[in-house]
Nanobody, 125 residues
């Protein structure tokens, strides 16, 4: 599986961005997809995940109500709509996927087999 993340950029506090993650190499619709982020000097952390059926999505508490994860199986693409951005959202955002994920591990980076390169999101105050 190859993942390509895009859409990062520089925005002011309160702004919006939409990240995309294009996938190739396996049957996208069967994959659980997720976003993680890593800020300078911090460990990689879970942001959001969406299971293969597109109906079950999970969010970190820090982004719940502001970020929305979605997927378009026809386009083999996952999205992260980020609204009301805060300076603390500044990080390198990574997309990840796995086809054998279980619910209890959805927030664990080690559970995902495939990773894209990061796309940088910078939120200025």
């Amino acid at each position: 599986v190859q993942l390509q993340a895009s859409g990062g950029g520089l925005v002011h506090t309160g702004g919006t961005l939409r990240l995309s993650c294009a996938a190739s190499g396996r049957t996208f619709s069967y994959m659980t997809m997720a976003w993680f982020r890593q800020a300078p000097g911090k460990e990689r952390e879970f942001v959001a995940a969406i299971f293969r059926g597109s109906t079950n999505a999970y969010y970190a508490e820090a982004v719940k109500g502001r970020f929305t994860i979605s997927r378009d199986n026809a386009k083999n693409t996952m999205y992260l709509q980020m609204n009301s951005l805060k300076p603390e959202d500044t990080a390198l955002y990574y997309c990840a996927s796995d086809n054998n994920l279980i619910l209890s591990t959805v927030r664990s980076a080690s559970a995902y087999d495939y990773w894209g390169q990061g796309t940088l999101v910078t939120v200025s105050s």
